[in-house]
């Protein structure tokens, strides 16, 4: 089967419990642009947050579910352990050293890791990331109401850490599957080693990192860890031509969904992390004009009709930084 390479990442999605402290932290302490308030298609009782860069793009987005209930993340396997942000070099990461200990959050030294010189931190419901000095790559749209200045922004997700049980597993699906390229192993700043598996382009944005440690036991996904991991199909023709070879490989792969900003697929990989691929479009000004992203409750066209028994539903959350 022609299968034209999946981009690189698209975007990643977490879990929080406090939406407005959430909202708080992604848009003022780290500077992203909420592009898309709307709720979770599949619970409608819940928000789902889009942060990306200034016009949304695929590969700088990390939503959140807003699921009060749920209980806190358990590290382990079966679970993305750590989520790599970019920075436009090193410069830009002595400068965040900076603020995140002038806002007090819990961050670590400038370490080297996998390669690339990174900040590790946590925010504040426990989630794992790191800011990596991507070197100054391509990609990602600088936001003029980002209280970060331009040339220190986020420019979009890096990598992210896979922890499971049986590593081999995970990597026959990542290089005979999905098409990823295994790049050689790298040290960590714990002192243990990563496999680095590229797809499309390589380099930050298009790599995966799969930890070849022991892990303390099982994960359990949760607040303050991460729901899914999804890669970018061009278009779809392309997504249709991934859901068929996930199919023929005896993956379990669900019917394309609509999730109205992109459609999407899901399957489980061996050790039982959920990766989506999504498609680059139709993007998020499909439904807001893009100076006025994330300023109001969007709703898919087939949820409209239920607009105020879902914002009853909702607590109203503060109006975005930068308005």
Known sequence: MDLQELGGLHHLTAVTGH????????TQ??????????????????????????????????TFFDWAWASPNRAGTGTVAETALRVPGRAALAAWAERLAELGVDADPIVEHAGRASLPFVDPEGQRLRLVDDGGAAGGHPWDGSPVPPEEQIRGLAAVTLAVERPESTA??????????FEGEAATDAGERVGVYAVGPGGPGAEVWLSTGSASGPGRGGIGG????????????AHHAWRERIAAAGLGVTPVIDRFYFR????????????EIATDGPGFATDEAMDALGERLALPPFLEPRRAEIEAGLTPLPAPVGR
Do not use: M, W
């Not at 308030?37 to 016009?55: E, G, P, R």
């Not at 026959?172 to 390229?181: A, E, K, P, Q, S």
């Not at 991460?226 to 023709?237: G, K, L, N, T």
């Open 226 to 237: 991460v729901h899914h991991v999804a890669f970018r199909a061009p278009d779809d023709a």
């Open 264 to 275: 999407s697929i899901y399957f489980r990989e061996p050790g039982g992390i959920l990766f």
């Open 19 to 26: 939406a407005a402290a959430n909202l708080d932290f992604y």
């Open 29 to 62: 302490t780290l500077g992203l642009r909420l592009v898309k308030k709307t709720v979770n298609q599949d619970d409608v009782s819940a928000y789902h947050l889009f942060y990306a860069d200034a016009v949304g793009s695929p590969g700088t987005e990390v």
């Open 172 to 181: 026959r699906v990542l290089t005979d599957v999905l098409g990823f390229r």
